[in-house]
T-cell receptor, first 113, second 113 residues
Framework: SAVISQKPSRDICQRGTSLTIQCQVD?????MFWYRQQPGQSLTLIAT?????????ESGFVIDKFPISRPNLTFSTLTVSNMSPEDSSIYLC??????????FGAGTRLSVL | GQSLEQPSEVTAVEGAIVQINCTYQ??????LSWYQQHDGGAPTFLSY????GLEETGRFSSFLSRSDSYGYLLLQELQMKDSASYFC??????????????FGTGTLLAVQP
């Protein structure tokens, strides 16, 4: 299993600013995943972060908008850059610490005004 | 494109049995998972099927038919605490950078007294 700490739990931001979300895992993991979830909707994968290499982004998501860092095997950050109200969402990180099981952080609830 | 379809809502009474279906169309397939998410909470793993057939874990069972691109989650002896959203998810890679999950549209289960 894995315990994931995600910060901040929520934030209200102004248009045009950036927010960095942190994800800390209690064990070393190879892959970390970042998702976006609109309230009442499904989870959409933003990118996969592998330590020591650039993140792999899904279609519709770009590095300039969602830069990701993965400095070691227990930590990652996702930055939401130049925010607009359309970026208001829940952002979740996850890891696969046990084969075929992903463990999720509690999420960051972002509101952009 | 890739899609995983689920009923949007299901309502049942305490003690009953409910089945949540998932039909998928994905470019790759290495297993079907189910996750539960309570309102405001993180998704939590319920089950995983890599091969055809039924997997049972307590009150929850999951079924997979790869030839039909179909699976379901069966919840027995429903309890009020089972009220949550349920997501199927396809693993579309064998591992490494392709070890990602594609989530279904989600089913909101309401258990009534």
């Amino acid at each position: 299993s894995a315990v994931i700490s995600q910060k901040p739990s929520r934030d209200i931001c102004q248009r045009g600013t950036s927010l960095t979300i942190q994800c800390q895992v209690d064990s070393q993991v190879t892959m970390m995943f970042w998702y976006r979830q609109q309230p009442g909707q499904s989870l959409t994968l933003i990118a996969t972060a592998n330590q020591g290499s650039e993140a792999t982004y899904e279609s519709g998501f770009v590095i300039d908008k969602f830069p990701i860092s993965r400095p070691n095997l227990t930590f990652s950050t996702l930055t939401v850059s130049n925010m607009s109200p359309e970026d208001s969402s829940i952002y979740l990180c996850s890891v696969e610490a046990t084969q075929n099981i992903q463990y999720f952080g509690a999420g960051t609830r972002l509101s952009v005004l | 494109g890739q899609s995983l379809e689920q009923p949007s809502e299901v309502t049942a009474v305490e003690g009953a049995i409910v089945q949540i279906n998932c039909t998928y169309q994905t470019s790759g397939f290495y297993g079907l998972s189910w996750y539960q998410q309570h309102d405001g909470g993180a998704p939590t793993f319920l089950s995983y099927n890599a091969l055809d057939g039924l997997e049972e874990t307590g009150r929850f069972s999951s079924f997979l038919s790869r030839s039909d691109s179909y699976g379901y989650l069966l919840l027995q002896e429903l309890q009020m605490k089972d009220s949550a959203s349920y997501f199927c998810a396809v693993r579309d890679g064998r591992g490494g950078a392709t070890n990602k999950l594609i989530f279904g549209t989600g089913t909101l289960l309401a258990v009534q007294p």
